[in-house]
């Protein structure tokens, strides 16, 4: 009989490629991962590793318990969902990933909800890149988590998981008031507006907008990040290359950074945050954010992933859930 916890290893080895990473998510030492799949091919009888240098590759049979696996993982969440149901009554801990402008706009009025429905859950937040979540969410570190994509990034498919839409928002162009050509778009006062929502007006067709700012310096999220690659794409899509001055992922300090002339930036609705800023013209483009909840194939059911996904439903400010249909 095949092991769980070593199908879990061999999985996680054809997502991550290396033992090495293998052991540091899932927090043993590589020659236990190295021993435990050597246990697994004798139960199976036949090779399922091929070793190429440091690197370990999967044999077709290898690769064919991978699926086999993330079968018979998914029907364990079921199994896990359908138990939690039975017991009756939220409790425990919820392991939630989110990136910062949600863990600031939305995910606090999720938690006041849940904690009025809910007092026995025990919601656990970690801000957490959208790029980490799929290993985090398989490896067991998170139960539930937002991410989203962009135009220019689709969104790869991840194996083992399930993701459900919730909100869209705008993106705008951030460039200081000085700078830009035209009537700005911003009129926000108000904390609760993220800059001009969706339904103000037409977007900007995009291509002319971002080549207006061709030589400019530009403003990008670090590198490896989404926010990074969609700056770039959108750029490239337009006809350049963004010569990037500051890398910065916080988007209250790029705006800061566009106020004081040090650049310009693409930000998404919910990073247009307060009173509006006189020295930063927004323009709208013709681009969106798009935001999901993830969590691990067949956990769709568990009263505490599903509560937690209608809180954050409820939550969702007016002027994203209008974009809702566009995802």
């Known amino acids: 009989?095949?092991?769980?916890?070593?199908?879990?290893?061999?999985?996680?080895?054809?997502?991550?490629?290396?033992?090495?990473?293998?052991?540091?998510?899932?927090?043993?030492?590589p020659s236990a991962v190295s021993q435990q799949l050597g246990v697994l091919e004798r139960e199976a009888g036949l090779p399922l590793l091929e070793r190429?240098?440091?690197r370990v590759r999967l044999t077709p049979a290898g690769q064919n318990l991978v699926l086999h696996a993330e079968a018979v993982l998914e029907r364990l969440e079921r199994a896990d969902a359908d138990l939690a149901a039975a017991r009756g009554g939220?409790?425990?801990?919820?392991?939630?990933?989110?990136?910062?402008?949600?863990?600031?706009?939305?995910?606090?009025?999720?938690?006041?909800?849940?904690?009025?429905?809910?007092?026995?859950?025990?919601?656990?937040?970690?801000?957490?890149?959208?790029?980490?979540?799929?290993?985090?969410?398989?490896?067991?570190?998170?139960d539930v988590a937002l991410v989203h994509t962009y135009d220019f990034v689709p969104a790869a498919r991840e194996p083992g998981l399930t993701t459900e839409p919730l909100y869209g928002?705008?993106?705008?162009?951030?460039?200081?008031?000085?700078?830009?050509?035209?009537?700005?778009?911003?009129?926000?006062?108000?904390?609760?507006?993220?800059g001009p929502g969706p339904g103000?007006?037409?977007p900007s067709g995009q291509g002319p907008v971002l080549r207006a700012h061709a030589d400019a310096p530009w403003i990008t999220a670090t590198p490896g990040t989404l926010c990074h690659t969609m700056t770039v794409r959108a750029c490239q899509a337009a006809g350049f290359t963004p010569r990037v001055r500051h890398r910065v992922d916080e988007f209250a300090t790029v705006l800061a950074l566009v106020a004081a002339g040090q650049g310009v930036a693409v930000v998404p609705q919910l990073g247009v945050t307060g009173?509006?800023?006189?020295?930063?013209?927004?323009?709208?483009?013709?681009?969106?954010?798009?935001?999901?909840?993830?969590?691990?194939?067949?956990?769709?059911?568990?009263?505490?992933?599903?509560?937690?996904?209608?809180?954050?439903?409820?939550?969702?400010?007016p002027d994203l859930a209008g974009s809702r249909a566009a995802q």
């Open 169 to 194: 928002e705008a993106m705008y162009l951030a460039v200081p008031a000085g700078d830009a050509p035209g009537d700005s778009d911003s009129d926000s006062d108000s904390d609760s507006d993220c």
């Open 1 to 29: 009989m095949l092991d769980v916890r070593r199908l879990r290893l061999l999985r996680e080895l054809a997502r991550r490629g290396t033992i090495a990473a293998v052991a540091e998510a899932l927090a043993f030492s």
């Open 52 to 54: 190429t240098g440091r």
């Open 275 to 317: 009173p509006a800023d006189p020295a930063v013209r927004l323009t709208r483009l013709a681009m969106q954010r798009r935001t999901g909840l993830a969590f691990r194939s067949g956990a769709r059911t568990h009263p505490a992933v599903a509560a937690f996904g209608a809180a954050l439903r409820a939550a969702v400010p």
């Open 90 to 142: 939220l409790s425990g801990a919820l392991r939630i990933g989110a990136f910062p402008t949600a863990t600031r706009a939305i995910v606090p009025a999720a938690l006041v909800a849940l904690a009025r429905l809910h007092p026995g859950l025990e919601p656990m937040v970690r801000e957490t890149d959208p790029a980490e979540v799929a290993h985090a969410l398989r490896a067991g570190d998170l």
């Open 200 to 202: 103000t007006g037409e």
